[in-house]
């Protein structure tokens, strides 16, 4: 697994958009970037740069994912029937720490990410440690036993900073949901606008 050393919240202000929708991102008090120059005026983005930040914006939101792997994800939405956008959101949506994050077993996709790693999480009652594993219509998903009283569950879950989406169902109280189907962009609960049309024109430049 790569590292990922910068601060999701430097993320936010890079981008300049409060990524997740959470109260305590700094973006919401200072929309410019971080460092010493991010304040200057920005001209006009070129087509190439707003492609860019679309790109940015999108792998950022789902843990930062690194470039290699969000490539190879693009590569598999081309292979796929359908609209290429369509197909790239449906699989990053299937990915394990992200099902984890919407069913609201983890606060953060960042805390997901290591929700899994740490060996918290079965699919179909067998356990799997794997963030990028790619869930299937109709598995189900379970924190372990162990695992249910965590203090970070308990307040994920009872957080009314989000909803569970439609294309998801779950029941808090045994720590189980299901993955029902998967989601259009137009079914998807980002908290900015997502331009996945955008990251296919800038990787078939």
């Known amino acids: 697994m790569s590292k990922r050393l910068e601060s999701k919240y430097k993320i936010n202000r890079r981008l300049g958009v409060n990524l997740w ?9 200072r929309e410019y970037g971080p460092g010493q120059h991010g304040q200057r005026r ?13 790109k940015q914006k999108l792998k950022g939101y789902y843990g930062n994912i690194s470039e290699k792997q969000f490539r190879k994800y693009y590569e598999e939405a081309v292979r796929r029937k359908g609209d290429t ?3 790239l959101i449906g699989l990053l949506e299937r990915r394990l ?8 077993f983890a606060v953060t996709p960042f805390a997901a990410r290591q929700f899994v790693n740490h060996g918290h999480v079965m699919v179909n009652g067998k356990k799997v440690n794997i963030p990028s594993y790619l869930v299937r219509e109709g598995d189900v998903i379970e924190v372990r036993e162990k695992s ?15 909803d569970v989406p439609e294309y998801m169902e779950v029941d808090h109280r045994q ?10 962009l137009s079914d998807v609960p ?4 997502m331009e996945p049309n955008l990251v296919v024109e800038f990787y078939s430049r």
């Open 21 to 29: 929708g959470r109260a305590k991102s700094p973006v919401n008090k």
């Open 148 to 162: 249910k009283q965590l203090a970070a569950v308990l307040d994920a879950a009872q957080s009314g900073e989000r």
């Open 97 to 104: 720490d992200a099902v984890i994050y919407r069913l609201k």
């Open 190 to 193: 980002y908290p900015v606008q």
């Open 42 to 54: 920005k001209s006009k983005p070129s087509d190439f740069s707003v492609q860019l930040m679309a």
């Open 85 to 87: 956008s369509e197909n």
């Open 175 to 184: 720590m189980k949901g299901s993955f029902l189907r998967a989601p259009k």
